[in-house]
């Protein structure tokens, strides 16, 4: 496995730990299980081709469960992060711009005024994320069973900026309030028009 590769199988499973997820062990270690909407399809199997991590997890696209084998990746982020089968520590160092992006990719959810992703999270846990994810992005992210982001806008920004893959793009389209989208049009209006007059 690739250092990338490597580093894209860890940004995947702790965007996992941070949702709703089911960790089990079997004879050859623990796993971690997790389940996605049909939209989200797309955007993980996107993923999965795009780093070649099909070999580490297992998607069944019938019952749209999947699981992350054992894996000695697996188990340290596991012992870093989970005690009783329970998220009980944040690592800063594994919440990279990839990880977040991927979190909100793969679990967020349109609401009418703003995004929401369900998390299992107790709030001692939510409230550290919520404090590393405002220095990421200086947006604010609500603690609750269904965490809030608002406003979506400079996500949205930051992933045009950075050229995230077009399936994860549009689904982050997808999900920015309808209020938002005029002010992310205006925006890029605006970078498009410095451009222009940046080539001449």
Same mark, same amino acid.
């Given at each position: 496995m690739t250092d990338k590769t490597r580093e894209k199988l860890e940004d995947i499973i702790v965007a996992i730990l941070l949702s709703k997820t089911d960790?089990?062990?079997?004879?050859?270690?623990?796993?971690?299980?997790?389940?996605?909407k049909p939209r989200k399809i797309p955007v993980f199997i996107d993923y999965l081709e795009r780093y070649n991590l099909h070999s580490q997890i297992v998607f069944n696209l019938s019952t749209l469960e999947g699981h992350v084998l054992p894996s000695l990746m697996l188990e340290t982020i596991l012992r870093s992060w989970v005690k009783n089968d329970q998220v009980q520590s944040v690592d800063p160092l594994s919440l990279r711009l990839n990880t977040y992006y991927m979190w909100m990719g793969l679990f967020a959810e349109k609401t009418p005024h703003s995004v929401a992703i369900p998390t299992?999270?107790?709030?001692?846990?939510?409230?550290t994320l919520s404090?590393?994810?405002? #220095?990421q992005f200086?947006?604010?992210?609500?603690?609750?069973?269904? /965490?809030?982001?608002?406003?979506?806008? !400079?996500?949205?920004? #930051?992933?045009i900026q950075t050229?995230?893959?077009?399936?994860?793009? /549009?689904?982050?389209?997808?999900?920015? !309030?309808?209020k938002e989208k005029d002010t992310i049009k205006q925006l890029v209006s605006q970078w498009e028009e410095e451009r222009a007059n940046y080539a001449y």
């Open positions: 960790i089990r062990k079997d004879k050859n270690g623990r796993t971690l299980h997790f389940v996605l299992d999270l107790d709030p001692s846990i939510q409230y404090t590393l994810f405002h #220095q200086n947006v604010p992210l609500t603690q609750g069973s269904m /965490m809030q982001i608002k406003p979506f806008s !400079p996500i949205m920004l #930051q992933a050229n995230r893959p077009i399936e994860e793009s /549009m689904e982050l389209s997808y999900l920015l !309030p309808n």
